[in-house]
T-cell receptor
Framework: DTEVTQTPKHLVMGMTNKKSLKCEQHMGHRAMYWYKQKAKKPPELMFVYSYEKLSINESVPSRFSPECPNSSLLNLHLHALQPEDSALYLC??????????????FGPGTRLTVL | EDQVTQSPEALRLQEGESSSLNCSYTVSGLRGLFWYRQDPGKGPEFLFTLYSAGEEKEKERLKATLTKKESFLHITAPKPEDSATYLCAVGDTDKLIFGTGTRLQVFP
């Protein structure tokens, strides 16, 4: 089983709202990722967690706040977003921290619209 | 700088018309090359991982091959359900470097 689940599937929020995206995997993977994908573009890496510790932050604005409560869960807290933050947000996981070789498995994504 | 280029950008095929998608890369040291399929509005679905030149992997109508400078995704006798965007990515030290994808449309 290589399933990564994400909730919600769709989210519409105003610029003053606070919301959270949730990602879950039960494959025993020790690395988890957040990506942002705009239409007709490839996914862009935002954050990487390895063994529940933040290992990579790709200079993401502070209005995005990741959290890894345990090895199976990954959250992305959203606050004061801008309309240009509207995108498909993808979660992924890999068995080990990514050193270029481990396959990353993606979830179905959350379609975020910021009004 | 590591770079991944996919061609063509878009491809229209008649059902049953076989073809190949190309992924060329320039990286300092290839660790892994990954193929994904992505349907509109959904997350990428893993297809293949290749690690060394000469390696080949197959799954149903798809076959992925790898040389020292590029990878090909061969689609044999495609069906309309094969329509999707196919993404190639190369494993760098700590992240995936994606190409911009090939949008494939297969018509009955």
């Amino acid at each position: 089983d290589t399933e990564v689940t994400q909730t919600p599937k769709h989210l519409v929020m105003g610029m003053t709202n606070k919301k959270s995206l949730k990602c879950e995997q039960h494959m025993g993977h020790r690395a988890m990722y957040w990506y942002k994908q705009k239409a007709k573009k490839p996914p862009e890496l935002m954050f990487v967690y390895s063994y529940e510790k933040l290992s990579i932050n790709e200079s993401v604005p502070s209005r995005f706040s990741p959290e890894c409560p345990n090895s199976s869960l990954l959250n992305l807290h959203l606050h004061a977003l801008q309309p240009e933050d509207s995108a498909l947000y993808l979660c992924a996981s890999s068995q080990r921290p990514f050193l270029g070789t481990d396959t990353q498995y993606f979830g179905p994504g959350t379609r975020l619209t910021v009004l | 700088e590591d770079q991944v280029t996919q061609s063509p950008e878009a491809l229209r095929l008649q059902e049953g018309e076989s073809s190949s998608l190309n992924c060329s890369y320039t990286v300092s040291g290839l660790r892994g090359l990954f193929w994904y399929r992505q349907d509109p509005g959904k997350g990428p679905e893993f297809l293949f991982t290749l690690y060394s030149a000469g390696e080949e992997k197959e799954k149903e109508r798809l076959k992925a091959t790898l040389t020292k400078k590029e990878s090909f995704l061969h689609i044999t006798a495609p069906k309309p359900e094969d329509s999707a965007t196919y993404l190639c990515a190369v494993g760098d030290t700590d992240k995936l470097i994606f190409g911009t994808g090939t949008r494939l449309q297969v018509f009955p």
